[in-house]
């Protein structure tokens, strides 16, 4: 029964993620139909068109020397365990003090020396904190913050019922089922 289980939330997980992959195609459809019209429709002589594709090229490379450091990365460097990672971003959240966005979460995870781990980081957190559901949520166009605790600054109010609950144990906060 458990193995069934199993399958089918992986069958689900797959499909989102299809989906997800299908939607990021169709918008980047649109940013190469923008992209080529843009210059006609804003006066930008080639000149400076020309200049923007340079700087284009070099992002380029410089984003597949980045990919190729990621990828070493990976290898020497194993990522935080789901029980350390949720405790470290939710202290990472409650010192800035309003949701983040998960690729800055990323980059502040980093800038503090620790490594989600996976060969896409990005999404690796993003699942880890899907499954912490209960205890990050993502607030839509704000980011993720701690389902407990009330954020003014995105007009977020923590359900009473999970203040109420709520103890303490260490860093980590755990709601109480």
Aim: hydrophobic letters at 35%; proline letters at 5%; charged letters at 30%.
């Amino acid at each position: 029964m458990g193995d069934t289980n199993d399958n089918q939330h992986e069958d689900q997980i797959l499909l989102r993620a299809l989906a997800t992959r299908d939607r990021l195609r169709r918008e980047l459809q649109d940013v190469e139909i923008f992209l080529t019209l843009y210059p006609r429709f804003s006066g930008i002589k080639s000149a400076d068109r020309q200049q923007d594709q340079e700087d284009y090229a070099n992002e380029s490379v410089s984003a597949e020397n980045s990919a190729e450091n990621l990828k070493e990365e990976v290898a020497t460097n194993p990522g935080m365990r789901q029980t350390e990672l949720i405790p470290f971003v939710r202290k990472i959240l409650l010192e800035n003090g309003r949701p983040i966005l998960p690729y800055d979460l990323v980059g502040a995870i980093k800038e503090r020396g620790r490594h989600i781990g996976g060969s896409d980081e990005m999404n690796n957190l993003k699942s880890k904190l899907w499954r912490a559901k209960k205890e990050i949520i993502m607030i839509s166009g704000a980011g993720y913050w701690p389902i407990d605790v009330a954020c003014p600054t995105v007009s977020y109010e923590a359900p009473e019922t999970l203040v109420r609950n709520k103890t303490s144990k260490g860093d980590s906060t755990i709601l109480a089922d």
